[in-house]
């Protein structure tokens, strides 16, 4: 990342680990101009180019087919997609043992078809960046994975996932696909003993002011800190947070939200490292964490241990956990830790009607309107829920004129004081810090929802 850049958010509205990736800032433009799978104009094509580079659209609806991406510093702008949004009907990758990294990824909807040959169950996740790093997906709606809904499991680190949705993880009792899980993230290396240096570190990692719904559990499964779970909330799952392998680190907890629902009974919480003997070196911060679980347990959890209520409701440790490690008196200083941008916290009283008009890709399919739709009501259940008609409420529209082809609209250049016939001038540096091209779609995103949760007060 380049060192002129270093303090300067990858767009304002950034938290968490991965608050500091630069993405394709500096780089190229390269516009999709068409909804194919592969070939010039297409997605895959834009993501394929060398160097730092900054995708955007003047096409929206559906892509189907899968989504390699070969090589970081690259930032995709979903927001640009005219009207309808962007839809991939296929598995966003990069290459595994690959420090694929700097990405920064926002609006963008991955909805994979039914695991096959090429995608068999146990590798079937809707994003699978397993060993990249400095990862920043921003309003993200991922459905339809049958092993995780994003996979960080190979080491993967300095990852931020923020104002995003998972829903609709694939729940299909007769092909057997019942792996309906949310988010992993783990240190491989743990599971042969100690760690050398080069090894992937995982860790470093948030999970910010998202949406699960409909997921059993890993929502998410963290098992290296540092690492924080701040803001989210979680509908119709088994258990929230939980390790589900060897684990070590400093975890905070903090502001989230776990509402029961009809699939499975709730247990909001699950401290299950699978180390093979005590001491387990970890240490958590739970704070304001709100559970609704009618006739079982309804409130606001801080310690667990020392809320007796909800232990004798739920069984939430194992494996060697004990409440000394919940026994540090505030929550977990990470604000030293290289690229840390600090997260600013919601009440958890106010996520439901904060964050389902704003989360996900803009605007809402039918999908991800569904999965709003039944969190609110408080019904619907674990399935394959795959609708006739993905486009169905979206309408595409037709791209503003963009007369030099830098990516940036002729109107919003002559607002700007640019010349809309200079195509070399979207790396231009804006008042704020940012590359032209970065302050129009910064901008875009902005309008599309963000500014309903940032000008209110937080807590």
């Known amino acids: 990342m380049n060192g002129v850049w270093a303090q300067l958010k990858a767009f304002p509205e950034a938290e968490g680990f991965a608050a500091y990736v630069t993405g394709g800032r500096g780089g190229d433009v390269y516009i999709v101009t068409n909804l194919n799978d592969s070939g010039v104009g297409s997605l895959q094509w834009a993501v394929s180019q060398s160097g730092p580079r900054i995708v955007v659209?003047?096409?929206?609806?559906?892509?189907?087919?899968?989504?390699?991406?070969?090589?970081?510093?690259?930032?995709?702008?979903?927001?640009?997609?005219?009207?309808?949004?962007?839809t991939l009907v296929g598995h966003m990758y990069t290459t595994y043992n690959s420090d694929t990294g700097n990405i920064i990824i926002r609006h963008m909807r991955i909805r994979p078809p039914d695991p096959d040959g090429n995608w068999p169950s146990s590798q079937h996740d809707a994003i699978q960046f397993s060993t990249a790093n400095n990862i920043m997906l921003d309003h993200i709606d991922a459905s339809h994975g049958a092993d995780e809904t994003i996979d960080f499991w190979g080491g993967a680190a300095h990852i931020t996932i923020q104002y995003s949705h998972l829903s609709f993880p694939i729940y299909d009792t007769v092909n057997g696909w019942t792996h309906n899980k949310g988010v992993i993230n783990h240190r491989p290396c743990l599971d042969g003993g100690s760690c050398q240096p080069g090894d992937r570190t995982g860790g470093y990692i948030s999970i910010i002011k998202n949406v699960f719904t409909h997921s059993r559990n890993r929502t998410p499964a963290l098992s290296v800190g540092p690492a924080e779970?701040?803001?989210?909330?979680?509908?119709?799952?088994?258990?929230?947070?939980?390790?589900?392998?060897?684990?070590?680190?400093?975890?905070?907890i903090m502001g989230n939200q776990y509402i029961a629902g009809p699939s499975i009974s709730l247990s909001p919480?699950?401290?299950?490292?699978?180390?093979?003997?005590?001491?387990?070196?970890?240490?958590?911060?739970?704070?304001?964490?709100?559970?609704?679980?009618?006739?079982?347990?309804?409130?606001?959890?801080?310690?667990?241990?020392?809320?007796?209520?909800?232990?004798?409701?739920?069984?939430?440790?194992?494996?060697?956990?004990?409440?000394?490690?919940?026994?540090?008196?505030?929550?977990?200083?990470?604000?030293?830790e290289s690229g840390y941008g600090n997260v600013q916290i919601l009440d958890e009283s106010t996520l439901e009607g904060r964050l389902l008009p704003v989360i996900g890709a803009y605007p809402h399919d039918i999908v991800a309107r569904q999965s709003i739709s039944e969190l609110q009501q408080r019904n619907g259940s674990w399935r394959n829920y795959r609708p006739p008609n993905l486009m169905d409420g979206l309408t595409p529209t037709v791209p503003p004129i963009d007369s030099d082809d830098d990516g940036m609209p002729d109107d919003w250049e002559n607002q700007q004081g640019l010349n809309p016939m200079d195509g070399n001038d979207h790396n231009t540096i804006m008042p704020s810090g940012y590359t032209a091209i970065e302050a129009y779609i910064n901008g875009l995103a902005s309008r599309l929802g963000d500014d309903l949760i940032f000008t209110d007060d937080f807590e």
Do not use: K, M
Not at 63 to 72: A, K, Q
């Open 269 to 336: 919480f699950w401290f299950d490292p699978e180390n093979p003997a005590p001491p387990v070196l970890t240490a958590y911060w739970l704070q304001d964490n709100l559970v609704e679980d009618p006739g079982t347990y309804v409130g606001t959890v801080q310690n667990p241990w020392d809320d007796s209520q909800f232990s004798n409701a739920y069984t939430f440790a194992c494996c060697g956990i004990n409440s000394n490690q919940f026994n540090q008196s505030a929550a977990f200083d990470f604000s030293s």
């Open 229 to 252: 779970v701040i803001n989210n909330l979680t509908y119709n799952g088994r258990e929230g947070f939980v390790h589900h392998n060897i684990s070590e680190g400093e975890f905070n």
């Open 57 to 86: 659209f003047e096409v929206s609806g559906i892509i189907t087919g899968d989504l390699h991406i070969p090589h970081g510093d690259l930032t995709i702008a979903g927001q640009t997609a005219p009207g309808a949004g962007i």
